[in-house]
């Protein structure tokens, strides 16, 4: 049984001996290069938070609402909720274009069919041409989605591969927040442009996707696995070490990669769908698979992302202009938390983060419940008003892990053979929970009111005791050592022995070819 000793101890970073601490991402002009090609990959995200934002913020638009006929209900529920029934269209085929064409070119087709989605969007005439674009942009947004964080988190150098691979969900927020304060701008404007502009500007993103993604650097693993070694030996000396194929650091990233998938392909035999529950690691890697897809849209967060006006309406805060106000800005203080906690994960370690994050929401959902109840009972307008700052303080627990961990904990604990499946696998479960999420979340709120915050406040306390027990310690490791954790001792070492094995290879070699030098001279 796995108990909450599941935690492993850190230790050093088996690669950092080898990095050149001259080498930082502020002096070093290939890694600001670098850095640059994966701020594109990251704004995938920053769609997919627009367009939450976007539809909270429509909503309080009586421009909106009057050309599509005042939807509520199931009606409004089939808008919010149609976006990810177009991802789970593009879910069978994401992986295998993702394994098959590469990582930069599933990127790109998943943003071309965004841009003719937004551009449908923004010129729809009725409910139906607005469903089917909205449809359309799941769609696209599922291929560029499966491809951007792998490949974010595969073309990192090694210190920064965690911050950045937690950076891409943060920067969810992103789009959020321009989304909130966009339909904040365009409310006074009286016409249907009030809602079409902020449509339009969706597809800023995946333009410039479109425009730039397929000249940024492809997946070394991808490469490898392709039998296109030279090509990822060159992307990771020119990017890693100013051109050097030679650099210790290039040469045990080289071979541990090589390594951990010459292991995934024999001894693990982690290959087809199956494999992801064949063997006792991929189990255990599924087990928090899913619950983490699972416990990022039940912790009642689903509430405030696709009907914060609801919730506004019920606790008396009915101003159209108001309601937008507090959004954007709990888009912005969401941001600021979702960056830092970013930023921390290698301080910090997953598990610290996810176990404070959870303790934290469970609390300051409670004191939500709370206060809803005294406001449905006693109309106290200070009720109300502490409803919306226990949001801000439970939005600030929930992007402690769950905005910035949730996606670089996931591809990083799958192997490269099963990274794409298992990542589209933990994207289906979300979109699943997204959808019951928006088509209950208004019906139950409407028929229980504040009670209805109690179930959230029981499933808490459950996700808490849940991620005590099972969640794994990953921090301080390489890519490649992460994934093969799972795997047990024997495989951690096997890996990490073949790429240190060939680093004292190269240097009894270097020291030889030197001895030869001196010997000849002195003849």
């Known amino acids: 049984m796995v108990a909450g000793g599941t935690a492993v101890g850190a230790r050093d970073a088996s690669f950092a001996h080898l990095v050149d601490p001259r080498r930082k991402w502020y002096n070093n002009k290939r890694i600001i290069i670098l850095n640059a090609w994966i701020v594109l990959l990251l704004i995938t995200s920053s769609t997919n938070g627009y367009d939450g934002s976007m539809m909270n ?118 789009g959020s927040i321009v989304a909130a304060w966009t339909t904040y701008g365009t409310f006074k404007i009286n016409s249907t442009w009030a809602w079409r502009l902020p449509s339009l500007l969706q597809a800023v993103p995946s333009i410039l996707q479109f425009a730039l993604v397929l000249f940024a650097p492809e997946s070394p693993r991808w490469l490898i696995s392709k039998g296109r070694e030279a090509e990822a030996l060159q992307t990771l000396a020119y990017y890693h070490a100013d051109g050097n194929d030679q650099d210790p650091l290039v040469q045990y ?102 176990l404070t994050s959870a303790s934290l929401m469970t609390l300051f959902y409670m004191a939500q419940a709370i206060c809803f109840s005294q406001y449905t009972q006693h109309k106290a307008p200070a009720a109300g008003h502490a409803v919306i700052g226990f949001i801000f303080l439970f939005y600030a627990a929930y992007d402690l892990a769950f905005t910035p961990l949730i996606v670089s904990y996931t591809v990083e604990i799958l192997p490269y053979n099963l990274r794409a499946k298992g990542f589209n696998i933990f994207s289906f479960v979300i979109s699943l929970a997204l959808i019951f999420n928006q088509y209950v979340n208004p019906i139950a709120l409407d028929a229980l009111g504040w009670k209805y915050y109690l179930v959230y406040v029981f499933w808490l306390a459950f996700e808490l005791v849940y991620l005590w027990f099972f969640l794994v310690e990953t921090k301080n490791r390489t890519l490649e050592e992460t994934a093969a954790l799972f795997d047990g001792e024997e495989a951690l070492q096997q890996i990490a022995h073949q790429a240190e094995t060939h680093e004292v290879r190269e240097k009894a070699s270097l020291e030889r070819e030197s001895f030869v030098a001196v010997d000849a001279s002195r003849a």
């Open 57 to 174: 913020g429509l909503q309080s638009l009586p421009q909106w609402e009057s050309a599509f006929g005042y939807p509520t209900g199931g009606k409004l529920g089939l808008l919010n909720a149609i976006q990810n029934i177009g991802a789970l269209a593009g879910y069978p085929f994401a992986p295998y274009m993702s394994d098959g064409i590469g990582r930069r070119r599933t990127v790109w087709f998943g943003a071309t069919i965004m841009c003719i989605a937004t551009a449908v969007q923004t010129a729809s005439k009725s409910v139906g041409m607005f469903i089917g674009a909205r449809f359309l942009i799941g769609f696209g947004l599922t291929f560029a989605a499966n491809s951007a964080p792998m490949l974010v988190t595969e073309i990192s150098y090694p210190t920064y591969r965690a911050p950045l691979t937690s950076m891409y969900n943060s920067l969810w927020y992103s």
């Open 253 to 354: 990233e080289f071979e541990e990669i090589r390594a951990a998938l010459q292991f995934d392909r024999t001894v693990a035999s982690n290959v087809g769908w199956k494999s992801l529950i064949a063997t006792p690691g991929n189990r255990k890697r599924m087990r928090i698979i899913v619950a983490l897809a699972f416990f990022s849209q039940w912790s009642g967060n689903g509430l405030v992302s696709y009907y914060l006006t609801e919730v506004f309406d019920q606790i008396g805060i009915t101003g159209s202009s108001t309601q937008l106000l507090i959004n954007g800005i709990l888009q912005i203080w969401n941001l600021g938390w979702a960056v830092f906690a970013a930023l921390m994960v290698n301080r910090l370690g997953r598990r610290f983060l996810f």
